[in-house]
């Protein structure tokens, strides 16, 4: 994994991260643990808010940048990446997030999801996923399982859901995770290793939508019953699940696919299967795992050591020869 240094020194406080604006999102929704969880990681990194930017399109995910006393811009419906991408351009100096739900990353902003992910430019990027369009009343999503009734498919949607992990991979993305909003230890550390990375980071958060589509990931964003229902990725470490940590993951390598066990049936514990986050392979195996058949996987899916975009690399001169270069890399990637 590329890492980025920190360039900061200030002792900040989650506080120091929030703007003056009245939080206004649904009583319950996902997002307010997904806010909780930045603003302390933003602390805990401890940039200044100056060297911060949160870049956002259109739905409930895109009020973030109101919300935080950083530098923001609330463009337009699926063009966040595409105008992160230019400030990251302009300022490598810059942390940029972007921040988008799965209509704005999946449907009309799919194209831009894809180039920021296939050149790794260095920026995180966070789909808030409620599997639905929330900011319009409801209508069903690019993430929305087959058969959801909305109003505009009354009838049930009859399309399969994009699967955000299994895109992202062949965006060619080299640094994917998924967390939940809910669970407020795990979330956070995902969100570190995101910002750590050198390059593109796509991180994928499932979050719920209390008003119209309440409970669509069943169990995983229960924090008393998400132990059974996901598996907590480690590198390194054994694909071992569950409340008692009784269940395991198995690799069949004569299908390429992922099997589920209980402990108690494995003849040793050289079958469990260790996560190796480097391996392309497998993490597009753990992208096809879903429930209720399988625990989802959570954490680092896939992490890959690759030169980020940097249109810069190579060039020197003054700032109108450096942006007419950043320019001219973008049209001729």
């Known amino acids: ?120 430019v260095d920026v995180n990027l966070l789909l808030f996923n409620n599997a639905i369009y929330g900011l319009t009343k409801g209508q069903y999503s690019p993430t929305s399982p087959v058969g959801t009734r909305s109003p505009s498919t009354p009838g049930g949607s009859v399309e399969a859901p994009v699967n955000a992990v299994r895109f992202a991979l062949g965006a060619g993305a080299k640094f994917v995770a998924r967390a939940a909003d809910t669970l407020q230890t795990h979330l956070p550390e995902v969100l570190k290793r995101a910002h750590a990375n050198r390059g593109a980071s796509f991180v994928e958060i499932l979050q719920n939508c209390i008003v119209y589509n309440d409970g669509a990931f069943g169990l995983i964003n229960d924090r008393s019953e998400s132990q059974n229902a996901t598996v907590r990725l480690e590198h390194g470490k054994p ?41 392309l392979v497998r993490a597009q195996a753990l992208a096809q795992l879903d429930q209720p058949e399988f625990p989802v996987p959570l954490g680092v899916i896939y992490a890959e050591a690759a030169p980020e975009f940097v249109a810069s690399r190579g060039i020197s001169g003054t700032k ?14």
Not at 322 to 327: P, Q, S
Request: hydrophobic share 40%; with cysteine; charged share 20%.
């Open 320 to 333: 109108g020869d450096w942006n007419r270069a950043a320019l001219k890399a973008l049209l001729n990637p």
């Open 239 to 279: 694909m071992i699940y569950g409340k008692e940590q009784d269940r395991a993951l198995v690799f069949n390598d004569g299908t390429g696919a992922f099997e589920k066990a209980m402990l108690a049936d494995l003849p040793g514990k050289d079958a469990i299967a260790v996560h190796d986050e480097t391996n």
């Open 1 to 120: 994994m590329n890492e980025m240094p920190v360039k900061a020194t200030q002792a900040l406080t989650a506080n120091d991260y929030a703007s003056d604006q009245e939080v206004r999102w649904c009583p319950g929704c996902g997002d307010y643990a997904i806010l909780k969880a930045v603003k302390s990681v933003l602390a805990d990194i401890g940039r200044s808010p100056d060297d911060v930017v949160f870049v956002a399109g259109i739905g409930c995910a895109a009020r973030f940048p109101y919300y935080l006393s950083t530098y923001g811009f609330h463009t337009i419906h699926g063009r966040a990446a595409a105008v992160a991408t230019g400030v990251k351009l302009a300022n490598p100096d810059l942390d940029v997030w972007v921040v988008g739900g799965d209509g704005d990353f999946l449907s009309i902003g799919g194209n831009h999801t894809l180039h920021a992910l296939r050149r790794n």
